[in-house]
C-alpha cells in the first residue's frame, strides 16, 4: 500500500532534521529518519498537525551532542522543541533565533551555567518554559520575566540565585521556581501564586510566604538587660513561626495527601472555558474555574488503564486546537512524559444527570474494537463535558480526501477504510442493540486514521446523552430523510450515513448536506448523489490505476443501497456490512467493462438506481 504523504516542505524538513540528527550522539532512538517509506510525520518524535510538520519531541531517548540551533532555523515551521529527559550538557543553546517557537521543553537534563539576561529576548511567541531539574545557576533572565504570551513557567530543581524578577505576565498554568537558590522578597505580583511554587528557596521572603523580617539597627549585648529582653523577644517569636509555618505544613500535607487520594479535587478538575483559538495556534488547555460547583468530579478514566495521567497533567500539557465541531472544540495534548491524547469538549450535554451520564460513559468505556477510537476518560461538568481519546496519527478520513496536505488515497486504502468502518458499525449495532441510532453521527470528519491508516470510528453512541434539539440539528443521523421528515429515527439512519461515506470515498467529494442543517438536508444529499452520477463518480486519484474498477462499481452500488430514500428498500446494516466484506482490492477478472462502463456513461440517477440492482 502507498502513503503518498511526502510533501515538498516536509521533504525539505527531511534533510533538515537529518542534519540536525547527524550532531546528535546516542541517537539510536531516531534509527527510523531518513526512511522514506513511512514519511516524515511517521518518524519517532516528529510532531505532525494535518501531516505538516510543526515540532520535534525527542523525550527519554538519552540523546547527548550538540543541538544546532542554526540547524533548526532552517525548518520551515518549528513550533515546539521538547528533549525532556536525556543528557545533554553545557549552557543553554541560542534558542532565541528561533522567533517562532511557542513551546520549549528542556527539563530534565543537564544544562549548566548562567542563562544570558538576554536569551529570550524577541521570543514574542513563546508561551511555555520548562528548564526544570538542569544545573543552571545564575540570575532568571530579565528577558524570560518579559516575555509577553508566557503561560507556564518551569524552573524547579535547579540553581538559580539572586531576586525574583518581575513577570511581565500574571496570570501563569503553570509556576514554579522551587528548589532553587532564589532570595530576597517574593514581587508582590506573584504574591497570590500556590506558596509550593518558591518552596525550597531559603532565602525567600514575603507573601506568599513568611513576611520578610526587617534586620534590627543594632544588636545589643546579650547580657545586657535589653540585651536579655531581645533574646527571650527573639526566642518568642521564632517559636511562633516555627509553630506557624509546621502548623501550615501540617495542613498543606494533609490537603496534598487528600488530593492526591482523590486524583484531582474539584478546584483542580475544572477544564471549562478553554479560550478559542486559532486552529494552527499551539496552546494549552486553559482552566479558569468560574463554573466550578462542588458537584464536579475529577477525571473519570474508564475501560483500560491509561499510562497514569490526572488532569493536573492534562492541563499543563501542551495542546494544540485540532478543530472546532458543532459540539465544541477539540484539542490534541501532549503530556509531559507521557501519551498524546485528544480532548473533545463537549456542550449541549446537559439532558441527562450525572448518574445516568456516568454510567453512559462507563458503558462506552467497556467497549473495545480495532475500528473503533476507544474512550479513555471522561470528565463531568455542570456546564461542559469532556472526553478523553487516544490521539490517531494520521488525522481524520476528511482531511485525507479534502484538506490540503492529506496523504492521496489509494483504491486499496480506501476499501480499507471502509472495511474497518463497517466493522466497527457492525460492532456498534451488536453491543448497543437497544439504541436507535448505534452511532448517531458517522462522517468522515469522525473516522480517524491511526499510522497504518487503520480507521477508528470517533464520536460514536453519543445521542443518548446529547440535547434532544442539538443533536436534531448537528448530528448526521439525523439528517436521513425519514429523521428530517418525520423526525422518526431508524437504525438504518445510520445505514444512510455510512452510504454517504461510501460515496465520499469514492468521489472525493464533500458531501453539501454538512454545510447545511436541518429540513432540505437530504433534498441536497439527493441532489448530490444525483450530480456524482450525471458528472463523473470516481476519484481522478483512484481512477484508471489499475484493476480494481469493477469493485469500485460494487462499493457505489453498496452505497446507493444504503442511499436509499424509501427506508423499506434502504439495505439493513447487516446486508451492507457483509457486502462491503465481499470487495476485493483486485477485479476477478469479470468486472473491468462494467466499470468502464460506468464511469464512461453519463446515466440519471434512476437509471443508475435500476441498473445497480
Ligand atoms: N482522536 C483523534 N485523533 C486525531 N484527530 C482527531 C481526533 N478526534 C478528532 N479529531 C479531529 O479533530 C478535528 C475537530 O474535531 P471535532 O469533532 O471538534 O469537529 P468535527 O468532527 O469536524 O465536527 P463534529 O463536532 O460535528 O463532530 C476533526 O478534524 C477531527 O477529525
Known sequence: MIFT??????????QVLLNFKNLLTNADALNNWGNQSIGLCSWTGILCFNQTFHGLRLENMGLRGNISVD????????????????SFEGPMPAFKKLVSLRALF??????SGEILDDAFEGMTRLKRVFLAENEFTGHIPASLAKLPKLLDVDLHGNSFGGNIPEFQQRDFRVFDLSNNKLEGQIPESLSN??????????GLCGEPLSPCMASPPSVPSPNSSKGKKLKNDVILTA??????????????FLIIRYRRKKHVTVEDALPHSVNSVSTSEAKSIVVTQESMTSEDGGLNFVGREKGGFELQDLLRASAEVLGSGSFGSTYKALLLNGPVVVVKRFKHMNNVGKKEF???????????????????????????????????????LASHLHGKG?????????????????????????????????????KSSNVVLDHSLEPRLAEYGLVRVVEKKHAQQFMVGYKSPEVSQFERASEKSDVWCLGILILEVLTGRFPASYLRHGKGASEDLAAWVESIVREGWIDGEIRGKGNGEGEMVKLLRIGMGCCEWSLERRWGWREAVAKIEELKETDAGDHGT????????????????SISK
Open 5 to 14: 504523504c511526502f510533501l515538498p516542505s516536509l521533504a525539505d524538513n527531511a
Open 193 to 202: 501564586k500556590d506558596p509550593k511554587s518558591f518552596a525550597g528557596n531559603e
Open 239 to 252: 517559636g511562633v513561626v516555627v509553630g506557624v509555618i509546621l502548623l501550615a505544613s501540617i495542613l498543606a
Open 71 to 86: 540547524t533548526l532555523l532552517e525548518l520551515s515551521r518549528l513550533n515546539s522543541f521538547s528533549v525532556i529527559n536525556n
Open 594 to 609: 462494467e466499470g468502464d462502463h460506468f464511469y464512461s456513461s453519463s446515466l440519471s440517477l434512476d437509471d443508475f438506481v
Open 106 to 111: 528542556l527539563s530534565n537534563n543537564k544544562f
Open 406 to 442: 492529506g496523504c492521496v488515497l489509494d483504491w486499496a486504502s480506501r476499501l480499507k477504510i471502509i472495511k474497518g468502518v463497517a466493522r466497527g458499525l457492525a460492532y456498534l449495532y451488536e453491543e448497543f442493540p437497544d439504541e436507535a441510532l448505534p452511532h448517531g453521527h458517522l
Open 358 to 396: 456516568y454510567e453512559h460513559m462507563k458503558r462506552l468505556g467497556r467497549l473495545s474494537h480495532p475500528n473503533l477510537l476507544p474512550l479513555v476518560a471522561f470528565y463531568y461538568g455542570k456546564e461542559e463535558k469532556l472526553l478523553v481519546h487516544d490521539f490517531a496519527e494520521n488525522g481524520s
